[in-house]
């Protein structure tokens, strides 16, 4: 009996936390090779809803991420990974995606003047470089987190639960948690796939 009441929770939790999902919201890593850095970006996608993140890795090795350190936020969130910027891009656009990139460039614009509530993708780089030049330059926008102390960087995990939670922010004063962006089909088939995991 206890087994059949904990089966039943864990698949209720399971509806409840799909029927959140906002697969509007992506985010994409570009060559942050840190395990700690990505472990955490990976907890806050989670925990905010973002259901897939783009991986463009071309020098650098995607680390190899812990249970531990991920609290097993990774095997909730899909992968989909791309050899270029361009290749990464042009997909995000097919879906109708807009592409916000991070960096402190002259027309960057502040973060919180953004509109994420429509196709958003945002995109982050490496924790020493920062993004590349193509992933700044072919992104339909930039952005950046105010500062107003010495240091004129964030850590990179710390920069994505900011920009993700401003997201979520916006997307919870549209309503846009109240109802789910998937299909009955597209629930169904969430549903089944997450209670094997």
């Given at each position: 009996?206890?087994?059949?009441?904990?089966?039943?929770k864990?698949?209720?939790?399971?509806?409840?936390?799909i029927?959140?999902?906002?697969?509007?919201?992506?985010?994409?890593?570009?060559?942050?090779?840190?395990?700690?850095?990505?472990?955490?970006?990976?907890?806050?996608?989670?925990?905010?809803?973002i259901?897939?993140?783009?991986?463009?890795?071309?020098?650098?090795?995607?680390?190899?991420?812990?249970?531990?350190?991920?609290?097993?936020?990774?095997?909730?969130?899909?992968?989909?990974?791309?050899?270029?910027?361009?290749?990464?891009?042009?997909?995000?656009?097919?879906?109708?995606?807009?592409?916000?990139?991070?960096?402190?460039?002259?027309?960057?614009?502040?973060?919180?003047?953004?509109?994420?509530?429509?196709?958003t993708?945002?995109?982050?780089?490496?924790?020493?470089?920062?993004?590349?030049?193509?992933?700044?330059?072919?992104?339909?926008?930039?952005?950046?987190?105010?500062?107003?102390?010495?240091?004129?960087?964030?850590?990179?995990?710390?920069?994505?639960?900011?920009?993700?939670?401003?997201?979520?922010?916006?997307?919870?004063?549209?309503?846009?948690?109240?109802?789910?962006?998937?299909?009955?089909?597209?629930?169904?088939?969430?549903?089944?796939?997450?209670?094997?995991?």
């Amino acid at each position: 009996m206890i087994t059949v009441q904990r089966t039943e929770k864990r698949t209720e939790k399971i509806k409840q936390v799909i029927s959140n999902r906002q697969p509007s919201l992506k985010l994409v890593l570009e060559n942050i090779h840190d395990p700690h850095n990505v472990s955490a970006i990976f907890r806050t996608c989670d925990s905010a809803g973002i259901p897939n993140v783009s991986l463009i890795y071309n020098l650098e090795q995607f680390p190899k991420i812990g249970k531990k350190s991920s609290a097993s936020a990774f095997k909730w969130i899909e992968k989909e990974k791309f050899k270029t910027v361009n290749e990464c891009y042009k997909k995000l656009h097919s879906c109708g995606f807009k592409i916000f990139a991070s960096s402190i460039s002259k027309d960057s614009k502040n973060l919180f003047d953004l509109n994420f509530t429509g196709k958003t993708a945002i995109v982050f780089g490496n924790e020493h470089r920062g993004l590349s030049n193509e992933a700044k330059d072919l992104a339909d926008g930039k952005f950046f987190i105010p500062m107003f102390g010495m240091v004129q960087s964030l850590n990179v995990s710390v920069s994505a639960a900011i920009s993700i939670y401003e997201a979520l922010r916006q997307r919870l004063q549209k309503g846009m948690y109240n109802k789910t962006e998937y299909s009955e089909t597209e629930m169904k088939k969430l549903i089944d796939v997450w209670t094997k995991k």
